[in-house]
């Protein structure tokens, strides 16, 4: 199934498929992806966004999935005949050299592509799905409690138990239902049950309030919109809070993230700490995505919208000459009349005919009681020193509609 010629259109852009029958492994192309180069930007708009956090009085740490290929097993690995001796040490490298820039930036954030060495390995993601199972999950949660402070990992490793089972049909069968006209079978899988442990005053209703964690990621903590591996659970287990799980599937970066500072729930001042969960196809290694959640935190942050710039802005460029110095601006945010899903594109240029580009981008994938017409960007540590003039466009869009410039000081 390696010839990318064959597979239907909608999957031919992730490349190349691997698959191992005897196995049931599944690897695509686009897995193999090295995505974690992180640039003196991107460290940057971590120190930034991590104190527009540390502002609310809340801690912000990354639960970082690793690159599935790193546990594909030695004979799958052979079998599908994939030249990977090269590719997965590389991989490798790129994760944790990752990770260790955001430990070094202040952002907690343990190295999950090392259980990929231990014997947890083999439970850790399926074989024919994009995600980890609910034991993957349990082990990443047992790693980053550890990195937060909180016990060794071998002694939280040791609270989780297998008491149950899963069973996932899967993403990746799913592609070859589609390309050889035959799904695999039904992966079942271990899953951990969580039982709260609870005193005999907290029977009486008379324990003490929990801590309240915000969990804020991807499909991997919103499988099949319910969490179905139990993500949030294993965070409320195994750090005795209240989680409520802001995760959203297919958003993206952004799309989690802005969602949850949109809603208010940051300024509310009700949580101690916010788990951002990331998968390994979207790092935060984007400096676009970066620059766009940094934008949302300082636009959140304001109580009023200065006097804007109006334009009318579609599929071509649109121009607006405006001069003010980057010495007050922070950012802009851009409110569109109806738009707020797709892609919109903000060029900036300096007194010097510099430009500077950068996308931001909406899921559609976002509930609609979620979305914002406001499109932020933060302009830190940009080497502007005077907006001459600014120009937009939204690709997608087939007419024109209205659009204000708000800065952001």
């Given at each position: 199934m390696a010839i990318k010629d064959q597979l239907p259109k909608k999957y031919q852009k992730r490349g190349l498929f691997y698959s191992d029958t005897s196995s049931g492994w599944i690897v695509d192309q686009d897995q193999l992806r090295n995505k974690y180069a992180v640039s003196d930007e991107a460290v940057a708009l971590w120190h930034d966004i991590r104190a527009e956090f540390e502002k609310h009085a809340i801690d912000l740490?990354?639960?970082?999935?690793?690159?599935?290929?790193?546990?594909?097993?030695?004979?799958?690995?052979?079998a599908v005949g994939m030249p990977l001796d090269a590719e997965l040490p590389a991989l490798q490298d790129g994760f944790s050299t990752y990770i260790a820039a955001l430990n070094a930036a202040g952002i907690v954030a343990p190295d999950l592509?090392?259980?990929?060495?231990?014997?947890?390995?083999?439970?850790?993601?399926?074989?024919?799905?994009?995600?980890?199972t609910p034991m993957g999950a349990a082990v990443s949660v047992a790693h980053l409690n550890a990195a937060m402070g909180n016990g060794a990992i071998d002694a939280n490793l040791a609270r989780i138990t297998s008491a149950g089972t899963y069973d996932e049909k899967g993403?990746?069968?799913?592609?070859?239902?589609?390309?050889?006209?035959?799904?695999?079978?039904?992966?079942?899988?271990?899953?951990?049950?969580?039982?709260?442990?609870?005193?005999?005053?907290?029977?009486?209703?008379?324990?003490?309030?929990?801590?309240?964690?915000?969990?804020?990621?991807?499909?991997?903590?919103?499988?099949?919109?319910?969490?179905?591996?139990q993500v949030a659970d294993a965070l409320a287990f195994m750090m005795d809070v209240h989680v409520d799980n802001f995760s959203v599937t297919g958003g993206g970066l952004v799309g989690s993230m802005e969602a949850f500072i949109r809603s208010g729930a940051l300024a509310s001042t009700s949580y101690k700490t916010v788990v951002w969960e990331t998968p390994y196809s979207a790092p935060l290694t984007d400096v676009n995505g970066l620059r766009q959640i940094l934008g949302v935190l300082k636009s959140a942050a304001v109580v009023s919208h200065t006097e804007g710039l109006d334009a009318r802005i579609g599929k071509e460029w649109i121009s607006i000459e405006h001069s003010v110095s980057m010495e007050d601006v922070q950012g802009l945010e851009i409110v569109t009349e109806g738009t707020d899903t797709g892609q919109l594109l903000v060029e900036i240029i300096d007194g010097a005919g510099e430009k500077t580009r950068t996308k931001?981008?909406?899921?559609?994938?976002?509930?609609?009681?979620?979305?914002?017409?406001?499109?932020?960007?933060?302009?830190?540590?940009?080497?502007?020193?005077?907006?001459?003039?600014?120009?937009?466009?939204?690709?997608?869009?087939?007419k024109q509609e209205a659009a204000t410039i708000h800065f952001i000081y």
């Open positions: 740490v990354v639960m970082a999935a690793p690159p599935r290929p790193l546990f594909v097993p030695k004979s799958a690995l052979d592509s090392r259980v990929a060495q231990s014997p947890l390995a083999a439970d850790y993601y399926f074989a024919c799905d994009t995600h980890w993403s990746l069968a799913g592609v070859v239902k589609d390309a050889c006209g035959k799904r695999p079978k039904t992966e079942t899988v271990p899953a951990p049950q969580y039982a709260i442990q609870g005193s005999a005053a907290s029977l009486l209703g008379a324990a003490p309030e929990l801590e309240k964690l915000a969990l804020v990621g991807t499909s991997f903590s919103d499988r099949y919109q319910r969490d179905a591996y931001l981008v909406k899921s559609n994938r976002v509930a609609a009681n979620l979305r914002s017409n406001r499109w932020a960007l933060s302009l830190s540590g940009l080497p502007i020193g005077q907006i001459v003039r600014i120009k937009l466009r939204l690709p997608k869009s087939e």
